[in-house]
Every structure is written in C-alpha cells, then in structure tokens.
C-alpha cells in the first residue's frame, strides 16, 4: 500500500528545452502555464525516467533525445533528497519492440541524501508515473495497458531471475560440498569399466569362435588340395612320363659327349697353327690394319679436296704438290694485305666527310637560327669572285644552299667490295692449309706402312700367308665357341629334365599316401562343403580354393583385431580401476560431512537430490522462457504481427479484453458515453475499436472516437486513476490538459475522486496540467474594484474572503512573472490555494458581457445563421490524428457560394482541437480565432454544448456528423431540434457535399429573408 499522505517534491533541471523547475509537495496540484514553460515535456520526462513514456515512433524518440543535453529529476521528501535520477539522453537507445527508451540506458539513478548508486528496477519499485494526456486514443491506451502488463511480467521475470539466481548458486554449492562432479567422474568411470568387462568378455568368446572357424577352413583347404591332386593326377600316368623323361635325359647325354669329342680335335688344330705365327709378327699386323684404314680414309678427302690420283705417290712428287699449296696460301696472304692498306685508306677518308658534314651541319643551324631574325632576308654576307663580280647572300639563302648540298659517304660500297675479298682470301688460305695438313697427315701413314712391311718381310713368310693363318684360328675359335654354348644349353635342358623327374617321384610318393577320393569327400561334408564327383571335379576344387583362402584371410585379419582389441581394452580396464581409487577415497569424505559413513548410500542420496533440483531449474527456466516470449508477443500482437507463440494470440486478446472490458465496461462509462448498447462484447486489438451489443442482441463495431469528447476523457480518466494505484511505492498521476474536454460539472467530479484516491487509493500525488488563459492583472483590478464596493458595503465576511483571494492572485502573478506558471493546490485542504471565482469576479464579467450583448443585439438582428461544429469538421476522417482547417474553411466557402451572407456563418471550435492542429497550422488557427464570428469553447467546458445552446437560442443550423446522442437522450426538446437542425456533410479530396436537399432549403431562406427586409423597408 502506497504512502499517501507522504509529500513528494519534484525539482527539474534541464539543458536544451524548458521545463517547469519546480512542482509542490502537496498530493493534488494544478499547473497553468504559458506556453513554452515545459509543463508537457516536464511530464514527458518524468514518465520516461519511470519507464512508462511511449513514442509514436523513433523519430520522434530522436527528435526529443537530441533536443535536450540532460536532466536532473529531484524527488524530495520532507525536504530531504530522496532520490535523484540523471536522465543521459545522449546515451539512450530505442527499445523498438515497446517504442521506449531502452531502462538500461536512462542514466544514473542515486538514492538519499548520500546518493548511493542504484538501478532503474529500484527506483520503479518506489516511483511509478503516469501521464494521462488530453488527446489519448483507444490506440494510446492500448499501448499504455501493453506497457502495464509488459511491466507486470518484467517483474514477474525479475523475481524469476532472482530465483533462478538462488537455485543455480544453490546447486553449485551442493556440488561443490557433495563432490558432485566427483560422484559424476565416479558413475563415469563406473560405467565405462562395466562396459570394458562386458566387452572383454565379448571378444574372449568372439577370438575362440574365430580360431575355431580358422582351423576348420584350413583343415577343408587342405582336404580340397588333395583332392584336387587326385582329380588331376593318375599314378601310372605319373610313372609312364617318369619314364620318358629318363630317356631324354640319356639322349642329351649322348648329344653332350659328341660336342666334347669335337671340341677336342678344333683344340688340337688350333695348336698347330699357333705354334706357325709368332706374337710379334701378330703385332705388326694389327698395325699394319689399322693405317691402311686411315690410308684409305686420308685418300678419299684428299682425291675430294685436290682431285688427283695419291697412287704413287714419292717423296718427289709431294714435295712438288706440297710446294704449289704452300704458294698458294704465300699469294693469298699478300693479296689480304694490299686489301687491308685500301680499307684503311677508305676509313680516313669517310673520317674526314664526318667532319666536314658536322661542321657544315653546325652552319646550317646557325644560318636557320639567323634567317628567322628579322635580318634574316638582308644580303649580309659576300664574296669577291676572279672576274671582279661580287656576290652577296642573306641568311636564308645560306640555309638553302648548306640544306640541299649535304655530302655523303661516297667510298661505302668501294669500302664493303674490299672487306668482302679480305674476307675470301682468308677462306681461302683456311683451305689450302687444311689440304696441306691432310697431304702431310698421308705421307707420314705411306712412310709407317713401309717400314711395317719391311719388318714384316724379315720373318719368312708373306704377309698374305700370315693374313690366312689367322683367319683360321679365328674360325676355329669360332666353333669352338659354338660347340661350348651347345654343351651349356644340353645341360641346362637336364637340369630342367631332372626338376621334372623330381616333381614326378613326389606326385608319385603323394599319391601312395593319399586316401581315396571318396574319404576325402566325406571328411568335405563333414566340414560343411557338399561336393559331388564329376569330369569337373578338379575345377570345381580350385573355385572352391580360391574362395576358401579369402574367406581365411578375412577371418585372419579379423582374428588380428580381436587380440588387439582384446590387449587395448584390458589395459583400459586396468587404468579404469587406477582412476577408481583416489575418487573413492575424496566420495568417502564427502559422505562424513553430510553424516554418512557408506559411500554407495551416500552416492544415491545425492543422485536423488539432483533428479528432483535438476528439473525444478529446467522448469523455472523455461518458465522465465516462456513468460520473455509472452512480453515479446505482446508487442508484436499490438503492432499487428504475428506472435511467435500462435498459443499466445488468444491469451494477449483475453487479457487485454479483460482489461478494456474492466476500463469501458464499467457503470461510469454506461451511463455518460455507451447510452446505445447493452454490453462490450468484444475489444479489437488489431482495429482498436469496440464490438458492443445492442439491446436487441445485435452487434456493432465502434471507433471510440465516435463517442462524446467529454464525456468518454471524464470516464477514461478515472479508469485511469484506478489501474495506476499500487504499482509502486510512491504513485504519481499527471493529467495534461485532460479537462479539455470536460465540463465545469464533470472536472469538479473528477477533482473530488482524486481526492478520494490520495485518501484511500494510494495515489501519492496527482499533476493536473492547463494552459494559462486567465488576465491575472484584469482579474487583480476587478479583485480590487469589488474590494472597493464592498468595503462600502461593510460586510466583513465577504470582504475578509475577498483579500484573501487578492492576495492568492498576487501570489499567482508573482509565480507567473518569474516562471511563467502557477500551481493551485487542491489537496491537502489545509494548505489549500486554489483561484476561486465565486467572489466576485464572475459577475463582474458577466455583467459587463451582458451589457454589450444587449448593445450588439439591438443594432442587428439576424434571422437566420448556420454553426459550423469546427472540431467534427476538422477530424471528419475517423477522428483523424490531424486536423484539417482547410476543410472547415471550404465548408464555410461553400455556404457563401449558396448565397449564405458571412455573418449568418459562424464557427466554434472546441479547446481540445489545439492538441490535433499541425505545427504549420496553428499561426493560422490563433488568426482565424479573431475573426468575431469565430470561437473556441472554454478549457474544460464541452464545445457540444455551446454549439447546440446556441443553435437552439437562435434558431440556427448546424453543421456536423457528430449525432449528439447524449444531448439528445436528456429530452425531446434537445431530440426534435437536433434532428431538425443538423445538416451532414461529406468530404471527398477538396470537395464537400451537404445532405440531399440542403441547397434547396438555403434558397427558401435566403428568399424568405429578403421578403422580410423588404417589408421593413417599406
């Protein structure tokens, strides 16, 4: 329960915007300032800094963060700071799913005198502030009651955190004392050696039944290679091809010993001719063989080279030939001299052209340079010629003649034609040298072969007789070699012979011990292999060889990993147990501090308490889960989207039904708005509108718009009242300009309930907010004037009454004068100040408005006129946000169309409006509100009334959609007029169209008043 008699100052000290610096302790308050003092936007920033002010949008949340540097809200309490809150708009950040700022980037809240720092959470659980403004729509308080209930379940989930928070520390706690990451290693470890021992027992019998298969695949192999042996093998067969190969055996025998007979008698002949032809002699003629090759060879390039015949060729005839080439190459070379003393001649003289062209170049540009002067044309230059003529040239002409008299080297093709014979006689002589060279290369071979023949001539014999024997030594030598490769390749062929007689000896002894086809196949099927005898049989062996070693192998390799598997997981078993002790011996202590003595009892106490704390967190998470998932959806079904969770959609639609059913459904609203219907059906969430039921059982859908201004702000206002009490320790309801739209009847009921609910509500303060519109000096001296009267009078009372109300208006003055707003106080009534004008300053005005009523009134008369109900026309589209001045102006410029004079037009416009006129328009509106027959209905007073008094005191039309329902329901006088004298319009672009028949009965009007005038006139 709130504190409500506790008073609660606010101090507000802004940068960048105006705000009201000060509001007074007391529980009920009213502030009326000019504009511009920063009443609204002091109520904006309080209610953003309880984390309750709901933008339109982000651009305007930016527009307002950048207007303002900072502010410092002060709340004090029995004079002594309380709290303090630093509002940063520079670091604030939209929170696009609620269109507030994000709480977490406010700013800085501190507490007390000593302003310890604090979070937003603590200071919304002592501050809750709500602002109830002038111009609130359904969809306004839709977003408001999203924001309640949001907060409700921010709450919920803070406790939830805070829970959350206890039961994880819990939990680790109880871990920690427990070792219960201990009894988890524990149960680990536990489970894996269980699994080890099974799997050890597993692969123990898997290894037996392995080795048992193996053997029995290597017992059916061998019995399917003797089988196979036997299907392809006969014993007399066997020693039939024994026998042949024996006899080949003895018939290369036979062939081997012929070869060596022979061998010996080419042994035999080859002595004999050894003994003939010494070393010596065989040197020489190696010799001799291998110059007449070279002989030949020097022969052949020499006959291409000189074409001449070498056959006998003496010492005299080389000498002859030698001496002609060596001519030669003497001839050549005094040729390639005298050429080279000419290049060199050519060279000296080409040198000598460069010069001159270099120099007579340099002329030429100096000449150039010169003939672009302006003496360039003169004859400056001249020559005495032999027959006494002169002649004289210019510039330019030297230019000429140098340009095109160039020379050139005239000795280049002279100069390449003697390079060129350089170049042949040096080919030349690199000829005739190499025949040289190959002429004395043949006479020394000629001289060697001489005296090799002359060395050989003195052994005996002829040289073609040694030529001969050697001959036939290299033959005989030759089968000899022959006979030797017949012998090897005889007894390789025995050896191979004799593999075969082996092989057969051992097939033979085989099949000697072998049982019988018919045992080896009985002993088959026993094993499992059904083989029947056939002409295939030996086929059918080797496929099932072939299959029966692959199905060894595999069952090989798998047996490998078995014993493999088998080491490595008995080693893991032992290391399993290693790892077992040292955690049993930390789990026996551990069970002693919580007064156990055995380890397995205290290890399912712990188990058990896990599983039950386990799933309480998991719970409470998904709790905390799905209550964020709530507050998300919410804002999202607000705004027309889909909720994430589809089950959510019915639950927000109920709760909000709920609470619109609990606002607009009660007796206050029955009574003074809803008159129509029976009940609420139903609240459109997404439409923002209203499904009522008629008293007939019927439905229909309604914009709360449609509904009477004044009397819908006075209910909404107290349902209000009521939903914001109790929300926090101190709660704090300010009304901007909600009396608007309210009569003098209704905003006293609602001063009254305000007080009930600081009383008994825990409302700890209420704000009422209104513009300044009163002449404090005007009313000052109307104060003083009647002060005056009444002092004559002597009534002492009323007089004492009457200072006391100047000096309030003093007061006030003197508030304004230095702020630019005053606060009445309301509530507690002992320090009650409140602008009362019962005391003279009523029928002061009213008399002095009467009087010149009475003068207009006399001078003119009007006979017929039409009210132009300003504010419907204004928002004509569905109570549209903005208001449109233009259309009640083409309203106005149509009548005068018809005919209608402009003072039989008049316009009221309620206070309200204000609220709804844009920005670019308001200049406009305070200058259409001068002209006389324009008019504005009091703050807080209903402008249906006034329109509807006056119509009915004239005799006037009224131009509207608005029905009046609650006008007309109070009598069927106020029922017959309004029905008579109200005139529908309809708008469409900048077009407006009255009711059918309405032109018609403007020109009966207009005809009727003009037959009066006339009448007068006469």
Excluded at 106 to 130: A, S, T, V, W
Excluded at 163 to 184: P, Q, V
Excluded at 912 to 927: A, C, R, T
Aim: charged share 35%; glycine share 4%; proline share 1%.
């Amino acid at each position: 329960m709130a504190e409500s008699t506790q008073d609660i100052t606010i101090e507000l000290e802004t940068k960048g915007r105006n705000t009201i610096p000060i509001i007074s302790p007391e529980g009920i308050i009213t502030i009326h300032g000019n504009n511009g003092v920063g009443k609204s936007i002091g109520s904006t920033l309080l209610e953003i800094a309880s984390g309750n002010y709901t933008f339109e949008n982000e651009k305007r949340f930016k527009k307002l963060a950048n207007a303002i540097d900072s502010c410092d809200i002060t709340f004090k309490k029995g004079g002594l700071l309380f709290y303090k809150v630093i509002l940063q708009p520079h670091i604030w950040r939209f929170d696009k799913n609620l269109n507030q700022v994000n709480p977490l980037t406010l700013g800085r809240f501190l507490k007390g005198e000593k302003q310890k720092e604090k979070d937003y959470k603590d200071f919304r659980n002592y501050f809750y502030i709500r602002t109830i403004r002038g111009n609130e729509s359904l969809e306004q308080q839709i977003f408001f009651f999203k924001d309640i209930f949001v907060a409700k379940l921010e709450n919920q989930l803070h406790k939830l955190e805070r829970k959350l928070e206890y039961l994880e520390n819990y939990e680790k706690w109880f871990e920690n004392s427990a070792e219960g990451t201990i009894i988890d290693k524990y149960y680990e470890l536990n489970e894996k050696l269980s699994e080890k021992l099974d799997h050890l027992s597993n692969l123990k019998n898997g290894i037996s039944n392995r080795k048992a298969t193996i053997s029995n695949l290597k017992k059916k192999l061998e019995l399917l290679e003797k089988l196979k042996f036997l299907s392809n093998y006969e014993i007399d067969d066997l020693k039939e091809k024994k026998e042949r190969e024996l006899n080949k055996i003895n018939s290369i025998q036979t062939k081997i010993s012929s070869n060596y007979e022979k061998i010996s008698q080419f042994q035999t002949q080859l002595e004999s001719l050894k003994n003939q032809f010494d070393e010596k002699a065989k040197e020489i003629i190696q010799k001799i063989e291998k110059l007449q090759k070279k002989r030949k060879k020097l022969a052949k390039n020499l006959q291409d080279q000189l074409s001449f015949d070498l056959e006998g060729l003496d010492e005299k005839h080389y000498k002859k030939r030698a001496g002609e080439i060596g001519g030669k190459i003497s001839n050549n070379e005094n040729q390639i001299k005298g050429a080279k003393e000419i290049v060199e001649k050519l060279n000296k003289k080409n040198q000598r052209i460069i010069k001159i062209n270099k120099y007579l170049s340099q002329l030429r540009d100096i000449c150039s340079r010169a003939s672009s002067n302006e003496f360039g044309d003169e004859k400056l230059i001249r020559a005495e010629l032999s027959n006494s003529e002169d002649l004289s040239f210019s510039f330019r002409e030297l230019f000429d003649i140098f340009e095109n008299n160039n020379l050139i080297f005239k000795q280049d093709k002279e100069l390449k034609k003697y390079k060129k014979k350089v170049k042949e006689y040096n080919e030349s002589i690199r000829k005739s040298r190499n025949n040289l060279k190959l002429l004395k290369d043949f006479r020394i071979v000629e001289e060697k072969l001489s005296m090799l023949e002359r060395e050989l001539k003195g052994k005996s014999s002829k040289l073609d007789n040694y030529l001969n024997i050697e001959k036939r030594i290299q033959s005989i030598e030759g089968q000899i070699s022959a006979r030797q490769k017949i012998i090897q390749r005889l007894e390789n062929e025995i050896i191979q012979y004799k593999e075969i007689l082996e092989s057969l000896s051992k097939k033979i002894e085989v099949l000697k011990n072998y049982p019988s086809k018919n045992v080896i196949i009985k002993n088959l099927r026993d094993l499992g292999e059904n083989i029947e005898r056939s002409s295939q049989l030996g086929k059918v062996c080797i496929e099932l060889i072939e299959k029966t070693e692959l199905e060894l192998g595999e069952n090989n390799k798998i047996l490998l990993k078995q014993e493999s598997d088998l080491e490595n997981t008995d080693a893991e078993r032992k290391e399993i147990i290693i790892q077992l002790e040292p955690i049993s011996q930390k789990i026996r202590k551990a069970a002693k501090k919580f007064g156990m003595s055995e380890k397995g009892a205290f290890i399912d106490y712990y188990k058990d308490h896990m599983e039950k704390l386990e799933p309480y967190i998991t719970n409470t998470k998904d709790l905390f889960t799905r209550l964020n998932v709530l507050k998300d959806d919410i804002s999202k079904v607000i705004e027309g989207k889909k909720p994430k969770n589809k089950k959510h959609l019915k639950i927000i639609n109920e709760q909000f039904d709920n609470i619109f059913k609990d606002i607009y459904g009660r007796e206050e609203f029955f009574e003074y708005v809803f008159k129509d219907y029976a009940s609420i059906k139903k609240f459109d969430i997404a439409n923002k509108s209203i499904l009522f039921e008629t008293p007939e059982g019927l439905e229909e859908s309604r914009d709360l718009e449609e509904f009477s201004s004044g009397e819908k702000t006075y209910a909404y206002c107290r349902s209000i009242i009521s939903m914001t009490a109790n929300m926090a320790r101190y709660n704090i309801v300010i009304l901007d300009e909600s009396y608007a739209l309210l009569d003098r009847e209704h905003s006293k009921n609602l001063y009254q309930f305000q007080e009930k609910m600081v009383k008994e509500k825990g409302i700890t303060k209420f704000i009422n907010i209104l513009p300044l519109k009163e002449d404090l000096n005007g009313l000052i001296g109307v104060m003083q004037s009647n002060i005056k009267k009444e002092s004559t009078i002597g009534n002492s009372e009323n007089l004492q009454n009457l200072k006391s109300q100047l000096k309030i208006l003093q007061s006030f003055q003197k508030e304004v004068a230095k702020r630019g707003y005053y606060q009445e106080i309301h509530y507690p009534k002992s320090r009650k100040k409140e602008l009362n004008m019962n005391f003279g300053l009523i029928h002061s005005f009213y008399e002095s408005t009467q009087d010149n009523e009475h003068i207009e009134s006399e001078n003119q008369e009007i006979p017929f006129s039409f009210i132009l109900d300003g504010s419907n026309i204004a928002r004509n589209n569905l109570n549209s946000k903005k208001a449109s001045l233009r259309d009640v102006l083409r309203c106005k410029n149509k009548l005068l169309k018809l005919g209608v004079p402009e003072r039989y037009i008049f316009i009221i416009f309620g206070s309200g409006l204000w609220h709804y006129i844009p920005n670019k328009d308001k200049q406009d509106f305070n200058l259409l509100l001068q002209d006389r027959n324009v008019n504005q209905a009091p703050a807080g007073q209903d402008d249906d009334w006034y329109i509807i008094r006056y119509a009915m005191d004239n005799n006037s039309y009224i131009i509207t959609n608005d029905r009046y329902l609650e006008y007309r329901n109070r009598s069927n006088d106020f029922e017959d007029f309004i029905k008579s004298h109200s005139i529908q319009y309809n708008i469409l672009g900048n077009n407006i169209q009255f009711e059918d028949g309405f032109d018609e009965k403007v020109k009966k009007l207009i005809k009727r008043n003009k037959i009066k005038t006339k009448i007068r006139e006469i």
